[in-house]
């Protein structure tokens, strides 16, 4: 569950610096919290009109960063699917991941022996067969929140 409310709540910084970099004139303590209503269902205070968003550090030291956070959740949610389905198969379940001399190899030669040298995008796709999909994600936390 806690992946389903983070996921949400990337989407609120995302959202927000986007617009704010549309659009830094427009009055964003209303933007703020529109996204907060729509992604995090938290309504807003009655009569608050204060800069709730500027107390969120990375907007200041880290701006345009927040989505790296979910990039990495998807990422790694595809891997696992991946190395459960092709790299464990059947033994996926018994077998585990952590300590598995297979799985390092395949993360090994299949990640980090690349280096930088292949784009984030591509380099995922090589490693699991498929372009970066939110669908391993959502398997992995919506059918665990159900």
């Known amino acids: ?3 389903l409310i983070f996921a949400r709540w990337c989407q609120v910084m995302f959202h927000f ?3 704010l970099y549309k659009d830094p004139d ?3 303590n209303k933007l703020w919290w529109d996204l907060v209503e729509r992604y995090q269902f938290v309504k807003r205070p009655e009569g608050r009109n204060a800069p709730d968003w500027a107390t969120k550090i990375h907007i200041v030291m880290s701006p345009v960063y927040y989505h790296n956070y979910l990039l990495g959740e998807l990422i790694a949610s595809q891997l696992q699917h991946h190395i459960n389905a092709q790299v464990l198969g059947d033994a ?3 077998a585990g991941i952590y300590g598995n001399p297979a799985v390092g190899a395949y993360l090994r030669d299949s990640l980090y022996a690349k280096g930088d040298a292949v784009p984030w995008n591509k380099l995922v796709e090589a490693a699991t067969g498929e372009p970066l999909t939110a669908r391993y994600f959502a398997e992995q936390f919506v059918k665990a929140a159900n």
């Open 1 to 3: 569950m806690k992946q």
């Open 17 to 19: 610096e986007r617009g």
């Open 26 to 28: 427009q009055d964003l």
């Open 92 to 94: 996926a379940g018994a």
